[in-house]
Structure formats: structure tokens, C-alpha cells
């Protein structure tokens, strides 16, 4: 059964920098495009950052680009996201998923990937506040 497990949310000052991982197990790893997503209270579950399946095209939410970074490590089947200079914001919950299309598109180059199946993490929550 594929589970995925987040780790390394919490409490964090503005500016300074978290990292979150995500580890999987009961699946492929190396078949599955991987994303991070946040959902805040009352809000719907949007994307913040996706990597392709082998780590060479990752795309992110346009308010992250240039702050976070995503990288997978298929021998250790996990996804990390690192995050910088974090801003104040409203509390969320950081989500992994597995399968998800992650789409790339620049210019006329566009990448698309996605798995017939996909799962989700149980979630870890960020809080960024003074």
C-alpha cells in the first residue's frame, strides 16, 4: 500500500528558511511525477512545486519561484522542498503527492507527466508568523 509521510513543518519567523520531506514506500517511486501542495483554512489546495519523475523538470507556483526549490531522490524514495525567506502568511498544510500531473511549460517547450495513480501525504503544517 503506497503511504507517504511529510516531516519538517512547524513554526517558522519570516525570512528564515524551512525544509520539508516527504518519504514514500509501497510504490514505484521512480514512475511518479511528485508535487507539493498547500492548503490553507478555507482555501482551496493549490500547487506550489512539482518535479518529474527522473528530477530533470520542476515547476512552481509563481508566488515560490525563486524562494523554494524541489529535488527528489529516487534510490531514497523521497522529495524534499526547500523553503527560503518565507513570508508572513496565512497557516497551511504542505501536502506530497505522488502521480499528480506536473506540467512544464516555457515558450513552445511544454512537459507533461502524470500517473494513472496518485496519493497523498497526510500533510504537515507551516506557519509562518512573528
Known amino acids: 500500500q503506497a503511504q507517504l509521510v511529510e516531516s519538517g513543518g512547524g513554526l517558522a519567523q519570516p525570512g528564515v528558511s524551512l525544509r520539508l520531506s516527504c518519504a514514500a514506500s509501497?510504490?514505484?517511486?521512480?514512475?511518479?511525477?511528485m508535487s507539493w501542495y498547500r492548503q490553507a483554512p478555507g482555501k482551496e489546495r493549490e500547487l506550489v512545486a512539482g518535479?518529474?519523475?527522473?528530477?530533470?523538470?520542476?515547476t512552481y507556483k509563481d508566488a515560490v519561484k525563486g524562494r523554494f526549490t524541489i529535488s527528489r531522490d529516487n534510490a531514497k524514495n523521497s522529495v524534499l522542498l526547500q523553503m527560503t525567506h518565507l513570508k508572513r502568511d496565512a497557516p497551511a498544510v504542505y501536502y506530497c503527492?505522488?502521480?499528480?500531473?506536473?506540467?512544464?511549460?516555457?515558450?513552445?517547450?511544454?512537459?507533461?507527466?502524470?500517473?494513472?495513480?496518485?496519493?497523498w501525504g497526510q500533510g504537515t503544517q507551516v506557519t509562518v508568523s512573528s
Open positions: 509501497g510504490l514505484d517511486f521512480a514512475n511518479y511525477p
Open positions: 518535479i518529474s519523475k527522473g528530477g530533470s523538470y520542476t
Open positions: 503527492n505522488a502521480g499528480a500531473e506536473v506540467t512544464v511549460s516555457s515558450g513552445s517547450f511544454q512537459f507533461t507527466e502524470r500517473h494513472e495513480s496518485d496519493y
